[in-house]
């Protein structure tokens, strides 16, 4: 249908309709099935071996359908999940990125082979694999067709799923959500894809396989983080594939470390209500406690706070400061405190009206931070204060100009807080799945 204010220019009865030439190129890609098919009945037509759908705007799930089926049985449905790249796939070209949809081979020759065993056996076989690089918007230079890396993506596992020719499925997580591992999102979609309940499913003798396992060499553990939060047996593809002995770990991030019961309150006596009018700062980086601590122990102390994440510029949390202790209300400075060149700023003003200046340090670790933000971010009963997931360059640029709170900067006391999780059971569930 033209859009409004468009003509559509009529042919001409006296001008000559060039007739089509003789050979045209496009018709050199029609081949005899597709005409068959064009031909086909409806209800006769098989489906198309691949469709790809779009969840939510995040993450991309492609479902081949293979001439052979998998095998029936009577047990619990087992589960062989794995990761993409570096698991299943490499690139052809050594590069840590592929190059095109066709730079890839397998990562060893053994793994088609075991694939279309594991589906003989009847395991639903399945990809779940994270792909930030994947942009989901549209490419309005070629007829809003998909982004070029999208295209990439869908060719590239698709000749994967081809060339192994099983039933089978992709997960692709392209945002920092729900979806992206560790975090479950995916398993979710496949349990309700196939209509699943979790207890149906025989977690015992599923597996996940993932090269991202916290060994020295790898760049996170979100794959062994992945199968703890789903309940499946985790394996690297040298141990799954090549029957290897598992590699020593990097010391692992564990939430559970953090569950156990706190050793008494040890922050409380050293504020009262009896406190004199003071200045308290806290330094800590983004996601290390710190505002949690305002809530449990010094706002019922009726400390007033300030926040330059609220106020916005230093100068005009500095004004707010100075007009509630001018007031005689004592003050809280929930910012991050990074370097000592910002704390001399609050003790020139603790010096201004003459009152002590105490500093609050978080001690909590950068991978413990950035795990209390993905979980405060994706959980709205844990984040009150409706705070959105901070990007990586937020802790990065905390531990770049991170110097310790020394006395010699000019506090009365330096208050050092470890982290210990606080909440109810719906709470800890939550907080101790692996969230980075």
Known sequence: MAGAGATKRAASPSRAISPPPVKRKAESTITKRAVSSFFTPASQKKPEQITWRVVNNSAIIGKYVAEAERKQTAEKPKVAAFDLDSTLVSTASGNTFPKGPADWKWWHSKVPTKLQELNEKGYYVIIITNQKKISLKKDTKVGNSDSKSLTNFKERAAAVMKQLDIPMSVYAATEDD?????????????????????????????????????????????????????????????????????????EPFDPSTYL???????????????????????????GAGKSTFYWDYLEPLDYERVNQDLLKTRPKCIKVAKEHLAAGKSVVVDNTNADAETRAHWVAVA???????????????????????????????????????????????????????????????????????RGDEEAKRLWSQYWV
């Open 178 to 250: 729900g979806y992206r591992k560790p975090r479950t999102g995916l398993w979710t979609e496949f349990l309700d894809d196939y209509d699943f309940d979790i207890s149906g499913v025989d977690l015992r003798h599923s597996v996940f396989v993932g090269d991202a396992a916290g060994r020295p060499r790898d760049h996170s553990q979100v794959d062994r983080g992945f199968a703890i939060n789903a309940g499946l047996s985790f394996k690297t593809p040298e141990e799954f594939f090549l029957d290897a002995d598992p590699e020593p770990l990097v």
């Open 260 to 286: 156990q019961e706190a050793p008494g309150d040890e922050v409380s006596p050293a504020f009262s209500g009896e406190s004199p009018l003071e200045l308290v700062i806290f330094c800590g980086s983004p």
């Open 351 to 421: 010096r201004e009206f003459k009152v002590p200046i105490r500093c609050v340090y978080f001690t909590a670790s950068p991978t413990l931070c950035r795990h209390n933000n993905a979980v405060r971010a994706a959980n709205l009963s844990l984040n009150p204060e409706s705070r959105t997931l901070l990007p990586g360059i937020a802790f990065g640029d905390f531990l770049r100009r991170f110097k310790e709170p020394s006395m010699d900067e000019g506090f009365k006391d330096i208050i050092r807080v470890e982290f210990q999780f």
